[in-house]
């Protein structure tokens, strides 16, 4: 339960302050990372250079992080905040509908400022897109990211939270030493004094969120199909296809659900979700996209990639406000049913 603690914390500490600066944000860190290392690496023109970089990143991220909540175990209080801020920034709730709403204000009034938001939103060229292009990228931004920035971080923090608890539930461990017992925290002044053990169990889904962040970083930086990043990008891009399958399906069904909650057309939602997820060039994004779209009844489109959804209302301001409600909604389903099935398992794992 220390790990639901922190992570319940980390989420707060998200929605209510947002991203840490900059110059201290791990992503920023991990951005000039993947920058540095790159330079030398692309001249191999190779696939394992792809795959070298995704190992020096990792390996940097998590001996840092590992290092750094070490250090900090030597006060709880410490300990608790270091953790709370790590994990914090392997997820971004506030500043995902943030964005969005930025856009959604401007757009209406001042075309060329929402195209400068959107271009920080999108890869793609924002000079000469219309208010129903931008409204569309917008909303196509802000979706897929429900997985990516929200969903797939925490998944796999609880997932990995979970096969400690069983760890330490099939291995018999002390309930006063196991990491998911909060007394923990309260009961031993200095978290290293049980053991190097314990600790790095309790710092194991931490770790899992920072591993994700990581991977996710790289496919974003280096993971394109163009001629200058297809070899050194084709393991970061195949690694993050990975990690995002479970719960980029998982994520599109509570994006259903959330119509369903919401009034919008869920059942149009579930249909386009289920015949159109594939149209994208990624084999987990167009899940939410297309899910979204259904329940929205826009169609959603990316010039010359792929086009989601069948054309029913015009995308403007109204659509992507509709579109952050149905994204919150969808957050908060993930959160309450993740973190009941997480406590109900710790409560059968305790009592066994």
């Known amino acids: 339960m220390v790990n639901l603690f922190i992570l319940i914390l980390s989420i707060l500490m998200d929605i209510l302050w947002g991203e840490l600066p900059t ?3 791990p992503v920023v860190l991990m951005g000039k990372a ?38 900090a175990s030597s006060s709880v209080i410490l300990f608790i905040l270091v953790s709370t801020l790590l994990l914090s920034a392997t997820f971004a709730i506030k500043s995902l509908y943030q964005s969005a709403c930025q856009v959604q204000n401007v757009l209406e009034d001042n075309v060329e400022e929402a195209r400068v938001l959107v271009s920080l939103l999108v890869s793609r060229e924002t000079e000469n897109l219309s208010k129903n292009e931008l409204a569309s990228a917008t909303v196509e931004s802000l979706t897929e990211n ?10 796999y923090v609880l997932l990995i939270g979970t096969l400690v608890m069983l760890l330490c539930a099939y291995f018999n461990i002390n309930p006063q030493y196991s990491p998911h017992n909060v007394k923990w925290l309260w009961e031993i002044k200095n978290p290293l004094t049980i053991s190097k053990y314990s600790f790095t169990l309790l710092t194991l889904p931490i770790l899992a969120g920072v591993f994700y962040r990581v991977v ?26 990975v990690l995002n399958f479970l719960p980029a399906r998982f994520t599109g069904v509570l994006v259903v659900i959330a119509a369903a909650i919401n009034g919008l057309d869920w059942r149009n939602s579930w249909k386009t979700m289920r015949k159109e997820a594939s149209k994208t060039s990624s084999p987990n994004s167009g899940f939410t996209m297309a899910a979204a779209a259904g329940a929205l009844n826009v169609q959603l489109e990316k010039p010359s990639a792929y086009k989601l959804g069948k054309f029913g209302y015009d995308l403007d301001g109204y659509i992507i406000k509709k579109a952050i409600l149905l994204t919150k909604i969808t957050i908060i389903l993930f959160l309450i049913l993740s973190f009941t099935m997480y406590f109900i398992l710790y409560l059968i794992v305790t009592r066994v």
């Open 216 to 241: 996710n970083t790289l496919d974003a930086m280096v993971g394109y199909k163009t001629s200058e990043y297809r070899m050194i990008g084709y393991f970061p891009a195949k690694l993050d296809d």
């Open 34 to 71: 993947i920058s540095f290392f790159k330079v030398p690496l692309i001249t191999w023109n190779s696939k394992l250079s792809g795959l070298v970089l995704t190992i020096i990143i990792i390996t940097i991220f998590i001996v840092t992080s590992y290092l750094t909540l070490l250090i």
């Open 23 to 25: 110059s201290i944000h």
């Open 146 to 155: 429900i997985n990516d920035s929200v969903t797939a971080p925490i998944f």
